[in-house]
């Protein structure tokens, strides 16, 4: 069974007038997957990134992730999902501020419940994967944007997640920067076999990936097998 | 706990200024808590204090003058007590529920010199039941007792304040000497207690001495007694009824007028002080409490923005795995922490408004005419109250945490992730 599988999922947001966000979307992601989610703003693929990654709910249709059908959770049992299973990573790094890059990375496991030097220990060990040691005592606002989203992903990663979520993840960076982020995602795809899902307006972005779903009003158009890196947007990364 | 820790002071560190304007409502509120009621504790003490001599089981009854006509006599009439009172004090209807019968003379203003030097004081017969039912400490010697009354002795007990102002220095070498008093002389046996602000003035010789000498009639000024039987407040009043209703019958004072005996009950007096006093505390605190609450809704209001301000935080922390019930405990905690830290510092400030207190106005003694009384007697709070308050602290930071702490845990994620 596929790690992801969503049948026929309806989503609407009613804020005064109802507007059909979602129509009906069948998607199947396998575990050890790199997939992007392209499409243009408003075509739904952030409200797909948010019920993907429990922040949101559906209104209509199955979301099973890991064999699990993701419906009607309590809020306690959605933020156990979420701490457990999914990683997420954000176009602004929603570190917090007044905690340094060690103790935001460390946050995760806070909520698990894990022993304070424990969770320390494990938190260094994956700043060092990310060559991050110097800057563990750090407070976010003195590092910059590519060692910001190199935190948050040491914070995705923490608790060993089934997925990867990352909304927009080079939204904030510059291209050299971008590419770095891309190259490390993609490494840990590839060496660690992590199934990683991208949301992205940028074509440039979404060539990194191995498969490509494009999402249009709210329906999956295409969905592009990208093995060889090659789609016809590779160019435009800026 | 630790992360607790780290967080609370964090977020009240990034806003100083709306800390300590909040933490100055809280200790303002329980600072006059605490001066409110140390204030009040002195306020009964004051009037306690004088009753602490009294609060016994024991019944004294005076005459005093009716305000009724009965029987073909006149209102304004002064009833005296006599043999006769005694007598059916004594008598077999009471046997059991009254004893330690005691009787006492009229003072008479004296003069009591020593070597030159004189003094003034009342000059009194009494017997040695006084003692215990007025409760009169000793500071040196002894009280009267059955010999003197028996031997009717000329020795007298006089107070601390007339040993001091007789014998400078070391009064207590008093005793044993001897007073003259007009051309008679007294053997001093003992000195009871008066403190500072103690200014009694009896002088207390044996019953039977006083009779001899000053006073041969069979009048008796006062009659004082302990009672058993009665114990809760309407069987006091019940007995104390059924009891004068015999002696006004003998000096023919109307059943109902209720001036022509003083009765001083011990025990009720007691227990309306009691109820006095508890009243009063009663209203203290809810004015310390009213006081308070603008504190809390100050901290409630804080809060609030608090929680309005970290919206987004609290998204990333959702979304990173923490429940609602994470968020919830994170801000009642920091709500705690605020009360509690300022507080403290209210109820220690409030301590120590108390001392002043009874170290300024608790040692002034205000002069009204014929007697110097004090308004404030140790104007200070106990460990238990310092207890509640601190209790009260730790309810009033829950309280006015739980509002914005349910408002911080019920946003969605999603919702607050967009919050900026």
Not at chain 1, 18 to 31: D, F, M, Q, T, Y
Not at chain 1, 177 to 196: P, Y
Not at chain 2, 244 to 260: C, F, M
Not at chain 2, 302 to 317: C, N, S, Y
Request: proline share 3%; aromatic share 8%; hydrophobic share 40%.
């Amino acid at each position: 069974m596929a790690l992801i599988e969503l049948k026929d999922l309806n989503k609407t947001y009613n804020n005064g007038q109802p507007l059909h966000v979602l129509k009906g979307i069948n998607l199947s992601i396998e575990r050890g997957e790199f997939v992007s989610i392209m499409g243009a703003s408003g075509s739904g693929k952030s409200t797909l990134l948010n019920i993907l990654g429990i922040l949101d709910n559906y209104d209509t249709g199955t979301y099973t992730l890991d064999g699990k059908l993701i419906k009607d959770l309590t809020e306690r049992q959605s933020a156990d999902y979420r701490n457990r299973m999914i990683g997420f990573i954000f176009q602004s790094f929603n570190l917090i501020g007044f905690k340094t890059a060690v103790e935001n990375v460390e946050l995760p496991l806070y909520y698990q419940g894990v022993p304070r030097r424990k969770r320390h220990e494990l938190a260094m060990e994956y700043l060092e994967k990310l060559g991050l040691t110097p800057w563990a005592k750090h407070f976010p606002n003195e590092m910059s944007g590519g060692q910001k989203q190199r935190v948050a992903i040491a914070r995705a990663l923490i608790t060993h997640p089934q997925i990867i979520l990352a909304d927009e993840p080079t939204g904030a960076l510059d291209s050299k920067t971008s590419v770095e982020v891309m190259q490390l995602l993609k490494k840990l795809n590839q060496e660690e076999g992590i199934t990683i899902i991208v949301v992205t307006h940028e074509s440039g972005v979404a060539n990194e990936t191995n498969k490509i779903i494009h999402i249009k009003d709210g329906i999956i158009g295409q969905i592009e097998e990208n093995s060889d890196h090659a789609s016809w947007g590779a160019s435009i990364i800026k | 706990m630790r992360e607790l820790f780290v967080e609370i002071a964090s977020s009240l560190r990034n806003n100083k200024l709306r800390t300590a304007l909040t933490g100055f409502a809280v200790s303002w509120g329980i600072f006059l808590l605490i001066a409110l009621l140390g204030a009040g504790n002195g306020l009964m003490h004051s009037f306690m204090g004088n009753m602490e001599d009294f609060v016994s089981r024991t019944i004294s009854v005076e005459g005093w003058r009716t305000s009724k006509p009965y029987n073909g006599f006149k209102e304004g009439r002064f009833i005296q007590l006599d043999q006769e009172d005694l007598n059916y004090t004594q008598g077999s209807k009471w046997q059991g529920v009254i004893d330690n019968i005691s009787t006492r003379t009229s003072s008479s203003s004296a003069v009591l010199s020593l070597n030159g030097k004189t003094v003034n004081g009342w000059l009194s017969g009494a017997m040695p039941e006084h003692q215990e039912q007025f409760k009169i400490k000793m500071a040196a010697g002894r009280f009267l007792n059955q010999e003197d009354l028996r031997e009717r002795r000329k020795v007298m007990v006089i107070s601390g304040s007339q040993a001091k102002e007789l014998v400078p220095g070391d009064w207590t070498t008093l005793t044993g000497q001897w007073i003259k008093v007009g051309a008679l002389a007294y053997q001093v046996v003992g000195i009871y207690h008066t403190d500072e602000r103690d200014f009694r003035r009896s002088c207390y010789i044996p019953y039977s001495t006083y009779k001899g000498i000053y006073d041969r009639t069979d009048n008796i000024e006062t009659i004082s007694f302990s009672v058993n039987g009665p114990v809760t407040l309407e069987e006091h009043r019940a007995f104390e009824d059924e009891y004068t209703r015999g002696i006004k019958r003998l000096h023919d004072i109307a059943p109902d007028d209720n001036n022509g005996l003083w009765v001083r009950n011990g025990y009720t007096d007691n227990l309306e002080m009691t109820k006095a006093s508890s009243i009063l505390r009663i209203a203290l605190w809810i004015l310390g409490l009213l006081t308070l609450v603008s504190g809390i809704v100050g901290v409630s209001n804080i809060m609030l923005i608090t929680v309005k301000e970290r919206t987004h935080e609290f998204g990333v922390r959702k979304a990173i795995g923490a429940k609602p019930g994470d968020i919830l405990k994170l801000i009642i905690a920091e709500s705690i922490f605020i009360t509690a830290i300022f507080g403290y510092v209210g109820l220690l400030l409030g301590m120590i408004a108390c001392q002043v207190m009874d170290k300024t106005v608790g040692q002034q003694a205000v002069d009204i005419g014929f007697d110097k009384i004090q308004m404030l007697v140790n104007p200070t709070v106990g460990l238990d109250v310092a207890m509640e308050a601190t209790l009260l602290l730790i309810v009033a930071g829950t309280l006015a945490g739980i509002i914005p702490a349910w408002k911080a845990a019920r946003v969605k994620p999603i919702e607050a992730l967009r919050a900026e």
